[in-house]
């Protein structure tokens, strides 16, 4: 069973990364008040944008901090030449949103309703706004700019406490300078040699690193064969000359163990081709298609920087690993469910589609609702229901819709739709049925993205590959046996009572107590619990996003 080996430990201190949220450093215990005099960083600025510092005081004139916040922000700042750190000039860095949500986390979690303060939960506008390309009126990006420095400066010992007895320093994690790549990779490659530097001791970290150099030793002999052929399809007993570069290849990367340096495709061919298909999330069918050869030919300086970056992901966040949970890897589109460090069940998901990306957090499953009611998000109802309801009066009656006004249903033939184009001052929702969206199951985790698992009618699209089809929401190929998972321990509940209501179109909620961790992560590279080292699309450019925001010239 392939797994993400990073979310697996038997050990008693298990430890989960949490995806894209650069504040804080796993296996450091040390206080550094300067970035190390280094040639990994180069003298580009990490961001491109500039506070004044008249900024700073101004902001703590409206929002009074006491002095010790304000002293921290002001040096944190000072260090940095006054450059920002969360907002640079294409909008906010990763680190922003995955921030909020890590607070906000923490605030469930220890149901401290109050520790999100209005102005911090503003951010959350910025955040959607930015995912749905809107464009933002106010101009407030040195308010959120300091308001974020200052919650972490305020919130972080209790967010991310239990790690280090000491108060986090902001500019460990976001640093003045950008990376030196290749002196970085040269860094992490040479044992014992080189520079030292400073980074996680983990398993995980340690098993990728291990791969890197594997790969960084290839790169130095030549690298990979390029593979060209006029065949779209080659299988066991066939015959072409570019089998003796698809050997070699195989044979590097250890899928196969001994290259017989023939033109002719063997059993032992299509094993290591199945084998490799599995690492990159293909079609296990042990044959050269397109799909596999356009896999082969990515050359070995494109893997190493998808290593290279992954590695900079396991840097980040580390929490303690909950006895149960679930984790969603979005490029792998997967769900796992973990228990006691081990694998218990693994289920394919659809993921959002590039223009509605899955949002990247945690959350924790409170709620299954059977026969749910599809509530259609604004952005849908916009540019997809009204479209459509203007072309055919009947839309809504067809698709076992309506519309509401508050709380109350209204007939849609009282409406004059062509008046609305852009701001559509009622909710639609989908009617609990067969044909619903969702399915007839949904599962809640509480988050300001409106992002929960559920059920599909769409079936067929589980038979594919790659699975981003969604408008954000991720989609269960077996929610049924979901349900049945959350509700084991429950002696109220059994599958003959779970049947009954599905049969029916009510809508009925079942509270999950104690609610279930799910982790959202995005990880394109990473050694499974096999051993095996995975690559998997970055579908949303997110390692692209990362790069240019860690790496300079």
Partial sequence: MNYISIFSSNSKSKIVFVL???????????????????????????????????????????????DSIKNEVNKFYKRRDYQFAWFNKKGMTV?????????????????????????????????????????????REEEMEILLTTTFFKYSKKVYGGISKSPYELDWFIPRKKKNYQVLLDSLVVSNKGEKILEPVNHYYVQLKAKLREYREIAKNGGFPIIITTNKLISISESDSCLLNIKQH???????????????????????????????????????????????????????????????????????MENEFLLVNIPEFKLHIIENGKVVWTTNVVVGKDAKQTSIFKGNISQIILNPYWNIPNSIIRDEIVPNIKKNSNYLETNNMEVLSGNKVIDPST????????????????KPGKNNALGKMKFLFPNNFNIYLHDTPSKSLFNESKRDFSHGCIRVEDPKKLVFYFLRKDTNWNQKKVDSI?????????????????????????VDNAGQLNFRNDIYNLDEQLSNEIFGE
């Fill in 20 to 66: 894209l949220i650069a504040l804080t450093i796993l296996g450091c215990n040390k206080k550094s008040k300067e970035l190390p005099k280094s040639s990994i960083y180069t003298n580009q600025n990490y961001t491109d944008l500039s506070l004044d510092e008249s900024a700073i005081n101004s902001y703590f004139k409206t929002f009074p901090e006491g």
């Fill in 250 to 320: 195989l044979f590097l990367t250890g899928d196969l163990k001994a290259n017989d340096k023939t033109i002719i495709f063997t059993e032992q061919l299509a094993k290591a081709v199945m084998n490799f298909q599995h690492r990159m999330g293909l079609d296990e069918n042990g044959k050269l298609n397109t799909q596999t050869i356009v896999e082969l030919n990515k050359p070995i300086e494109f893997r190493i920087k998808q290593m290279m970056l992954n590695l900079e992901r396991l840097r980040w966040v580390p929490v303690e």
């Fill in 502 to 526: 599905l049969k029916t179109d009510e809508k009925f909620d079942i509270q999950v107590k104690p609610s279930v961790p799910v982790y959202i992560v995005y990880f394109t590279s990473w």
């Fill in 95 to 139: 680190a922003v949103s995955n921030f909020y949500n890590q607070v906000q986390n923490y605030s469930a979690d220890f149901d401290n309703k109050n520790f999100i303060n209005k102005r911090l939960d503003s951010l959350i506008y910025y955040i959607k706004a930015e995912k749905e390309n809107s464009l933002i009126k106010e101009n």
């Fill in 415 to 430: 409406i004059n739709w062509n008046k609305y184009e852009k701001n559509i001052p009622y909710d639609i929702r989908q």
